[in-house]
């Protein structure tokens, strides 16, 4: 489901399912409409001159450091010779692509462009760590020729800024960082480039600086059915970042409330409490993984921005972080909040009940689940407040 048509022909034969009054087949489309929405694919590529740190920014956007296992290789001088893929690791179907330094090629940019496999890429990522060069102008031109979306991405801005402050009598950083920007900015004008846009980063701190307008900037260009996929294997930079991620998720319950539904009408005994437990794992487990709740996810944090691990995990609130979500915990969590065994024989009982049993078993069903789920979700949206809010020292209250 690359296309957005596709998108739409889903929702359309969802609608269709329904309104013709065949349930198991609206429960059948609804949730490969869930699985297909999950594996839609955004492939990124990173490129840039030697050294620039497009290594870097590849481990940073996938939550992991230099030298961590399968993590892209870092160094002084170009690391990389091939194009070379590095997918996300909670989310396989964003993929970074690693590009070899176009000064480092034999091709010109309009063959350079041909032999990374420019269709692949949803949008080019440029990154320099000075100003950017004869090399990179050209390139970009050539993905403008292309009609590809191209970002400028200033890089080690975190160096500048502490050298410049030791240099300094007085030292202004917000001053230092528009001088940075207009300096990048101008020398593209200069190449003939117009209106250029340049974010400054941090490759070991993106919560710093134009990451969070990166993000934005992104998401507003991208086709709208691709951009649950950035946001989702976004790093949590900001609590903005953290409550987009809340609303993305929240916008799916209903189709997967509707696919519970779906499901109680179906007169097979226990085929809906089966199916029902199996989405609440799959879209709780998204839940963990997207806020970066997940045992890896909270460590990598702690080392990261060197808060103990123990003052993390301790504000944490929700039984369903840094664990495994199993049927069981979710089971045992749903009758703690009132979704109780006798609920759950009530929408088994009505569906046998003339005329309107199934009716009242589709609404226990749905409402059921899309309680269970909005509850679940504020919980862990909330833990990721907290945690994001304790790691970087933020004053801000959840």
Known sequence: MDHPSDFESFKNEIKAAL???DQALAAAKIQQYLVQENKIPLNIAITGESGSGKSSFVNAFRGMENGDEGAAPTGCVETTLEVTPYPHPNFPNVTLWDLPGIGSTSFPADEYLEHVGFEKFDFFIIISDTRFRENDVKLTREIQRMKKKFYFVRSKTDENIRNEGR???????ERTLAQIRENCIQGLQKQGVESPQVFLVSNFELHLYDFHQLEETLERDLP????????????NVSLEIINKK????????????????????????????VVDVA???????????????????????????????KDLTDIIVSPLALTKITPDLVI??????????????????????????IPLAMTFSFTSTYKILYTFLNMLAEDAQRVFTKALGLNTSV
């Open 246 to 273: 809340k609303k993305a998720f929240q916008a799916q319950i209903k189709y997967i409330a509707l696919g519970s539904a779906a499901v109680a009408a179906v007169p097979l005994p226990g085929l809906s409490i």
């Open 19 to 21: 309104q013709n009054n």
């Open 332 to 357: 045992k969590l749903c009758c703690q909040f009132g979704i109780t065994s006798a609920i759950i024989a009530a929408e088994e009982a009505t569906r046998f009940i003339p005329i309107f049993g």
């Open 279 to 309: 989405l609440l794992v799959d879209a709780v487990t998204q839940y963990v993984v997207g806020f970066g709740l997940d045992s890896w996810s909270v460590q990598r944090l702690a080392d990261t921005t060197h808060v103990p691990l």
């Open 167 to 173: 240099s300094q009598r007085e030292f202004n950083a």
């Open 224 to 235: 709208a059915h691709k951009r649950n996929a950035l946001l989702f294997a976004m790093p």
